[in-house]
């Protein structure tokens, strides 16, 4: 790594764990920080990803998160720790249901509901992998794109990335006009180093990872970038489905479109594919979504 590089591959993904691993204040209460490099405010992966591991974690292990439905509330701030309350809603004979509310200076920044169900057997089908989708090693890395863009470095340049992302198309940071209007968002990701083998922490990192790109979608439609001449957005909420056992740290393309937008808002749709074409994951997110001229982009 050289000097003033970000923090990449184990290191980056060490960072990551220590993120999800909440500091437990009682049965039901958990806090978390943020990195100490990052964007002005809270990444909403890491705050959909820490809820998740604090609702997980009131949840009988044997049970296994299927959805969750989310919604972002207020800017999190990167200076100050997360505080999660769990809320035990059910625990039935088959599914655990919980609430995880993020709160920050007493009010709530992001609140979560998500159900967990114990493995049983049942019917089967799945949507295919697209076809003629070239594999992560066919298409630039993060490093190559960022090379071309050295304006539009900005934080990239400074956050860790335990995340390997690979944009099959041109990604919404670069220049107005670099970018084709296409009906589809494709990225190949994975975590940029094993992890544990806990299905749990799995879960939240592809939660963490789930808000990266998905609302680019929207702007890909119209050949839209981020940023100053572009536009600028926020998510609103959040939801995500967990189809098939998968692993994190292992390649999954993350197909995204947009069905609609309207009212400077945008709904983006995503498919997560495992690297043997499994069905693994969808998610669901509507976005804010507004021209502005001269403000940096806001991710997540």
């Known amino acids: 790594m050289t000097p003033g590089s970000p923090v990449t591959g184990a290191a980056a993904v060490e960072q990551l764990l220590e993120l999800l691993d909440l500091r437990r204040l009682g049965d039901t209460t958990f806090l978390g920080t943020s990195p100490p490099v990052g964007p002005l405010r809270v990444y909403g992966g890491q705050v959909a990803g820490q809820a998740l591991v604090a609702a997980g974690r009131t949840v009988d292990p044997s049970r296994h998160v299927h959805s969750l439905h989310g919604y972002f509330v207020r800017p999190g701030d990167p200076t100050e720790p997360i505080e999660y309350q769990v809320e035990n809603i059910r625990d039935g004979?088959?599914?655990?249901?919980?609430?995880?509310?993020?709160?920050?200076?007493?009010k709530t920044i992001f609140f979560m509901s998500a159900s967990f169900q114990h493995p049983e057997e049942g019917l089967d089908h799945q949507t295919p992998l697209p076809p003629d989708v070239p594999g992560p090693d066919e298409?630039?890395?993060m490093t190559e794109r960022l090379a071309?863009?050295?304006?539009?470095l900005g934080i990239w340049g400074q956050i860790p990335r335990p995340i390997d992302v690979r944009y099959v198309g041109e990604?919404?940071?670069v220049r107005p006009g670099d970018r084709p209007a296409e009906p589809n968002q494709r990225v190949w990701m994975r975590i940029d180093a094993k992890l544990p083998d806990d299905p749990l922490l799995h879960?939240?990192?592809?939660?963490?990872?789930?808000?990266?790109?998905?609302?680019?979608?929207?702007l890909s439609t119209h050949g839209e970038v981020w940023g100053p001449g572009g536009v600028a957005g926020a998510s609103l909420d959040h939801a995500l489905w967990f189809h098939r056992p998968f692993r994190?740290?292992?390649?999954?393309?993350?197909?995204?479109?947009?069905?609609?937008?309207?009212?400077?808002?945008g709904l983006a749709?995503?498919?997560?594919?495992?690297?043997?074409?499994?069905?693994i994951a969808s998610a669901v997110q509507e976005g804010l979504v507004r021209r502005e001229q001269g403000r940096p982009p806001q991710v997540g």
């Open 171 to 173: 990604p919404g940071w």
């Open 269 to 279: 749709t995503g498919r997560m594919f495992g690297p043997d074409g499994r069905h």
């Open 203 to 218: 879960a939240c990192a592809l939660t963490y990872a789930s808000d990266l790109t998905l609302l680019d979608a929207v």
């Open 148 to 152: 071309r863009y050295p304006e539009r």
């Open 248 to 265: 994190a740290d292992e390649w999954f393309l993350y197909d995204c479109a947009s069905p609609s937008a309207s009212g400077g808002r």
């Open 139 to 141: 298409v630039p890395t």
């Open 93 to 106: 004979r088959s599914f655990s249901v919980r609430r995880s509310v993020a709160v920050q200076h007493g």
